[in-house]
């Protein structure tokens, strides 16, 4: 007698699918095969397609805020005209609400788990134990070459991790933001991974995100931003970096040999005109790639299933190759391999391995006919045909109703929050 | 008293969002405007973005019934080994039912208008009777060298255009498709040209949608596809050519003069690697720009608010600039120019339009906060958000229901044909 089974799915095992029973104790996966299974909890997977939760695994949640507040702008605009602006008027409860409603879409469309690095943590992580999900939650920290607000800023991001660290039965990870080479000194970034490596902790940042950056660090220290970051001791495997865009070869070996992860978030890049990593290289290489969604002003939507399919076709493009990036890659990609970033055993439906797990609908108009479940999910889903969300062992969304929240009261509330920013009133610099 | 009014919705007119009541008598926009209006059928739109219909400009309709089929192969082994050998296996009936579920997904999709090259048309012609939805129908031709060939294609173009021609008070426009350059000698091409002029009908083909095929052209002509397809005279308002993703600048320039529409299929040349259009620069030049799918096969959805958000996310990045191609720009793209592009005056919510109006439901988490309607839909839809699909004037889709097929009835056929071309037996050579 299991606490919860998954029956007669096909289900997302070793990059193939295959029928299988799933059951589950706690918070783990403790059976998978082809025996029957009882639980507490019983869900009839006969018309569903079982994965493994999806990880979003770079993303500032309270942006769902600025979703459409600033669009078609030039960068530099777009950030220093409207985005910088609005988010120096953000007050905690907006944080809030707006992580709420960031939950809300990726409970919806099958993110089991994001990491976050923003500001205003606290509510983020609150926001994470009402929902139910999982999260890697950094404050999001930035020196700018004072001394002083460089022992600011630690103090804030270590307080977070002393905090949050292991909250909610372990769903919260609290771990380390210094923003980005461009926004924190190498001194500050030092003293960052000393900190994260005597509490044996990760780090998650911003690196090459756009030619500029790496032009402007070029002209400052000398050296691109991956061959500083590595001078300084800061690339390992408990190293996340966002982006990473304008690599050389020679810095995509670099980010193998350190074993960093590296979270591409095609939209987001598209969207900013930053340019399109290159992912199939950097995955040919066995660097461990993920996929997050950035935040929703760039984007605009928490949909991962939107980034695992841009992934595949802007690989295939840029690379001239209609084989490039196969499916299963992809969809690992967007699973196991940001749980792994992150060091959590999860994005398997395996044996001993976290019980965050999603059930998508089979009988829909977009996956009819079904050849094989990996391509209908990675080709041809639109985001709203998830059903059913388990995140460590708990049932969260039933047939599309999320169990955790109210989803018209945060819509109510956003909506009502919005006035702030478009009239620019209420400006705390 | 209307045949159909919509009130108080938030309408697209004239590349933005604003208040407007819509009346329509038999299939016309009749009012647009701020007064109260009533009518047999009345649509409440308070929480509704109201926009023109969709047109899909480019789409082999049937090839749903291959969605998924063939994934990750490179192009000639996509082609020889997968597409082709399935689609001498089609049947009429095959394609019956291959373009009901296409138009199944389009209708829930919000798309009112497609334009299909493909075999078996008369099928195709009964589809789009059957359920309610706009078409431009062509069979595609390709002659291949032989003259006899030449002539039997001819024969089932004309025959094709002559049998279905503006049936079904006008809902059906059928023209002639001749497939490529690559496929069709420039003697047939000039033919079907020569037909078309007597006929005063339009011509949707293929151009430069590989590399390979502008190098295979120049090699046996002597010339690039556009300027071989220029020198016979086949170039005109009435010719609409997909893809068009090889191009030099002084070929732009012939589109433009010659008033040629050009369809833009983003995924499709994504996902067969073939290249990325420059459509910013198509549309600067002033060129009447288009989108489409393309088939399902190489998509794998008939989702046109995907290709939506691609068009504007693609131009930005390989422009390099964020603020290349306005959302409104995009959305007229997806519209207007799709009418535009096949002579139908429809695409505008404009007194003396074709009623063809999509209601797009407001009240979603993806579109909260809604700062603008037209980011929010440009930047933020699945393609699961369409309540209501008005097209020539009838209601078609009711809160999310298509009113003239059976749905359920649809998804099973399409799984039991699959196992056909699953199987390879049956095999009609």
């Not at 103090?155 to 609290?174: D, H, S, V, Y």
């Not at 924190?184 to 940042?205: A, G, M, Q």
Request: proline share 3%; charged share 25%.
């Amino acid at each position: 007698m299991y606490d919860l089974v998954i029956r007669d799915g096909i289900c997302f095992i070793d990059g193939k699918f295959v029928h299988a029973n799933v059951g589950v104790e706690g918070n783990v996966i403790t059976y998978v095969g082809k025996g029957d299974v009882h639980g507490s909890v019983e869900i009839d997977a006969k018309e569903k397609i079982v994965i493994p939760g999806i990880f979003n695994a770079h993303t500032h949640l309270a942006m769902t805020l600025f979703r459409g507040y600033a669009e078609d702008l030039p960068l530099k605009d777009w950030l220093e005209k409207k985005i910088w602006k609005v988010e120096r008027m953000l007050e905690p409860e907006d944080v809030y609400w707006g992580s709420l409603l960031g939950i809300l879409e990726m409970l919806k469309t099958g993110t089991t788990a994001f990491s976050d690095l923003y500001i205003h943590m606290d509510e983020v992580a609150k926001a994470v134990g009402e929902t139910g999900i999982r999260a890697v939650l950094s404050y999001g920290m930035a020196d700018r070459g004072d001394e002083e607000k460089a022992k600011r800023e630690l103090e804030i991001g270590l307080k977070f991790i002393k905090n949050w660290n292991n909250a909610f039965n372990g769903r919260i990870k609290a771990i380390f933001g210094p923003h980005a080479p461009y926004t924190c000194t190498p001194e500050f970034l030092r003293k960052v991974k000393e900190v994260s490596n005597d509490l044996n902790t990760y780090v998650h940042i911003h690196v090459a995100e756009t030619k500029w950056e790496v032009e402007h660090v070029k002209s400052i220290y000398g050296k691109t931003p991956i061959r500083l970051l590595d001078e300084i001791g800061f690339l390992d495997e408990r190293t996340v970096i966002a982006h990473v865009i304008w690599l050389d070869d020679e810095e995509m070996k670099i980010l193998k040999e350190r074993n960093v992860s590296v979270v591409h978030c095609p939209i987001s890049n598209l969207k900013l005109a930053s340019g399109i990593a290159r992912v199939k290289d950097l995955h040919d290489l066995g660097v461990n790639v993920c996929l997050g969604t950035d935040g929703a002003s760039s984007n605009n939507t928490y949909n991962m299933f939107e980034e695992i399919k841009m992934t595949s076709l802007l690989q295939k493009v840029i690379t001239g190759r209609a084989d490039a990036l196969k499916a299963s890659e992809v969809l690992k990609m967007a699973t196991e391999n940001g749980y792994k970033a992150y060091g959590i055993k999860g994005g398997r439906i395996e044996k001993g391995y976290l019980a965050d797990i999603v059930l998508v609908d089979k009988r829909r108009h977009n996956y009819t006919p079904i050849y094989d479940p990996l391509h209908s999910l990675v080709y041809a889903s639109y985001g709203c045909e998830v059903t059913h969300v388990i995140i460590d062992g708990d049932l969260i969304v039933e047939d599309g109703i999320i169990l955790t929240i109210d989803e018209d009261k945060i819509l109510d509330k956003i909506e009502s929050l919005k006035e702030k920013f478009q009239t620019g009133t209420n400006f705390v610099p």
